[in-house]
C-alpha cells in the first residue's frame, strides 16, 4: 500500500507541474498534450489506490468510498498504511 500512496504522490506532483506549465502557456499543443497524458497517470494510480483499499478491506470499503476518503481523509489513510 506504501509503494502505491507514493505512485499517486508523484504522479499528482508530475500532473501539477505539467497543469502549471500548461496554464503559462496555453496555446502550446505539445504542454497541453503533456498535461493530458500527466492527468491520465494521476487518474490511473488515483482509480489503483482506491480499488487497493477495497480489496484490502475485503470489499467492506466499497471503491467510490474509498476515492472519497482518499479525497477527504487522505492524511489518516497515509498514516494507517504507513
Known amino acids: 500500500m506504501k509503494e502505491l500512496f507514493?505512485?499517486?504522490k508523484e504522479a499528482?506532483?508530475?500532473a501539477n507541474k505539467a497543469d502549471a506549465a500548461?496554464?503559462?502557456n496555453p496555446?502550446?499543443?505539445e504542454l497541453e498534450r503533456a498535461?493530458?497524458?500527466a492527468y491520465a497517470e494521476e487518474y490511473k494510480a488515483?482509480?489503483?489506490m482506491a480499488a487497493a483499499i477495497s480489496k484490502y478491506t475485503e470489499g467492506q470499503i466499497?471503491?467510490?468510498l474509498a476515492a472519497t476518503m482518499l479525497r477527504s481523509k487522505?492524511?489518516?489513510l497515509e498514516k494507517l498504511f504507513a
Open 6 to 8: 507514493i505512485k499517486l
Open 12 to 14: 499528482e506532483e508530475k
Open 22 to 24: 500548461y496554464e503559462a
Open 27 to 29: 496555446y502550446d499543443e
Open 35 to 37: 498535461f493530458d497524458e
Open 46 to 48: 488515483f482509480s489503483e
Open 62 to 64: 466499497s471503491e467510490q
Open 74 to 76: 487522505r492524511e489518516q
